[in-house]
T-cell receptor, first 113, second 111 residues
Framework: DVKVTQSSRYLVKRTGEKVFLECVQDMDHENMFWYRQDPGLGLRLIYFSYDVKMKEKGDIPEGYSVSREKKERFSLILESASTNQTSMYLC????????????FGSGTRLTVV | QKEVEQNSGPLSVPEGAIASLNCTYS??????FFWYRQYSGKSPELIMS????GDKEDGRFTAQLNKASQYVSLLIRDSQPSDSATYLC???????????FGTGTRLQVTL
């Protein structure tokens, strides 16, 4: 089975800090995604990547950046954390074709105080 | 207009009954359709995928797709308390492999 590992299950950060969320997948998937999930708003796409060093903005990229230096690793960066970035962050990966769906990591619940 | 719509619920069904979860989508070029189950505090887990019109069965789960009506559903037979979760509908519109998710339907299976 594909495994998608997110480095932290829970994080508490202070306003203004730079925050790094790490995601690693072990099945050679081309595509990787970062979502945030909030009650009533569902899953919202922040950024995605189809290949190493490639990235594309999703629906809500403001305040975030990403890095994909290696195929298996996709990092989400909160440049200056704010309280409205308190959320559940989910990483996912998939094969290049669209027919196979995503495999999600276990999620990181980030609280910004 | 939301691209993928689901009734948020909660949908309450007694144990042993059939649960029917519905999803509509707006983009006619959508090609692949998925159902994910998400337990409270956990990440989504893929349970069904469907690509062509008709029914697809896997154990107690049946996915149904009607592209003309832009409608996809999930039936859960012999519902169990362990089926209590939020069910997310996801649609691939053909733009590479990017999925668009509905906000989910919360299912409660009562004893």
């Amino acid at each position: 089975d594909v495994k998608v590992t997110q480095s932290s299950r829970y994080l508490v950060k202070r306003t203004g800090e730079k925050v790094f969320l790490e995601c690693v997948q072990d099945m050679d998937h081309e595509n990787m995604f970062w979502y945030r999930q909030d009650p009533g708003l569902g899953l919202r796409l922040i950024y995605f990547s189809y290949d190493v060093k490639m990235k594309e903005k999703g629906d809500i990229p403001e305040g975030y950046s990403v890095s994909r230096e290696k195929k298996e690793r996709f990092s989400l960066i909160l440049e200056s954390a704010s309280t409205n970035q308190t959320s559940m962050y989910l990483c996912a990966s998939s094969l290049s074709q669209g027919a196979y769906g995503y495999t999600f990591g276990s999620g990181t619940r980030l609280t910004v105080v | 207009q939301k691209e993928v719509e689901q009734n948020s619920g909660p949908l309450s069904v007694p144990e042993g009954a059939i649960a029917s979860l519905n999803c509509t989508y707006s983009d006619r070029v959508s090609q692949s359709f998925f159902w994910y189950r998400q337990y409270s505090g956990k990440s989504p887990e893929l349970i069904m995928s469907i690509y062509s019109n008709g029914d697809k069965e896997d154990g107690r789960f049946t996915a149904q797709l009607n592209k003309a009506s832009q409608y996809v559903s999930l039936l859960i037979r012999d519902s169990q308390p362990s089926d209590s979760a939020t069910y997310l509908c996801a649609v691939n519109t053909g733009t590479a492999s990017k999925l668009t998710f509905g906000t989910g339907t919360r299912l409660q299976v009562t004893l």
